[in-house]
């Protein structure tokens, strides 16, 4: 079974700055996908960014990007340039490629993230 | 684009009651739905997954007499908290999936359940 560990119950920034958030899992899969998800207060989940682990280059999606280091099976989140409205639970997630046409996702416990003014 | 509708968002009723949760894809056919449950300060745990016009799948340790899963249409997925009580008390997360595999699933806004 896979299993996504963050370590970071909570964090905070200050706008305008960087931070990162850490995530890492457990999986003898050699072929699957790694995402962020963001929870905001509404608390409608929306997927941040993707990784497939088989692409070595790191995704980015405008102020976010990941350190995806696959021999460490660390996958953090890093955010440029913190906004109020990023302040949200961010989950990362599991997705291995087997097993059938259902793909499921195995969360972490999450980080909340509070973005300060 | 893909908006998927959770109802209610909120419900409160006595233990012994049956709950009914719905989950609506808006703007596309959800052609797989799954359902999960989130405890305070807790990641969220899948607890079923249906495909349209089929029996939902359980995951282990789920009671499938307990939560009942009903996918009849392709914009339309239910979830029944039967003969419910306050361990049941939670909150509910369904998203919706178009076309399988890969693609992206879309989640709803949630439920959140209170058994007194």
């Known amino acids: 079974a896979q299993t996504v560990t963050q370590s970071q119950p909570e964090m905070s920034v200050q706008e305008a700055e960087t931070v990162t958030l850490s995530c890492t899992y457990d999986t003898s899969e050699s072929n699957y996908y790694l995402f962020w998800y963001k929870q905001p207060p509404s608390r409608q989940m929306i997927l941040v960014i993707r990784?497939?682990?088989?692409?070595?280059q790191n995704a980015t999606e405008n102020r976010f990007s990941v350190n995806f280091q696959k021999a460490a099976k660390s996958f953090s989140l890093k955010i440029s340039d913190s906004q109020l409205g990023d302040t949200a639970m961010y989950f990362c997630?599991?997705?291995?490629?087997?097993?059938?046409?259902?793909?499921?996702?195995?969360f972490g416990k999450g980080t909340l993230l509070t973005v300060n003014p | 684009g893909a908006v998927v509708s959770q109802h209610p968002s909120r419900v409160i009723c006595k233990s012994g009651t049956s709950v009914k949760i719905e989950c609506r894809s808006l703007d596309f056919q959800a052609t797989t739905m799954f359902w999960y449950r989130q405890f305070p300060k807790q990641s969220l745990m899948l607890m079923a997954t249906?495909?349209?016009?089929?029996?939902?799948?359980?995951e282990q340790g789920v009671e499938k007499d307990k939560f009942l899963i009903n996918h009849a249409s392709l914009t339309l997925s239910t979830l029944t908290v039967t003969s419910a009580h306050p361990e049941d008390s939670s909150f509910y997360i369904c998203?919706?999936?178009?076309?399988?595999?890969?693609?992206?699933?879309?989640f709803g806004d949630g439920t959140r359940l209170s058994i007194l």
């Open positions: 249906s495909n349209e016009g089929s029996k939902a799948t359980y």
């Open positions: 990784q497939e682990a088989y692409k070595q």
């Open positions: 997630a599991f997705m291995k490629l087997s097993g059938g046409s259902n793909y499921k996702l195995t």
């Open positions: 998203s919706a999936q178009t076309g399988g595999g890969l693609q992206p699933q879309h």
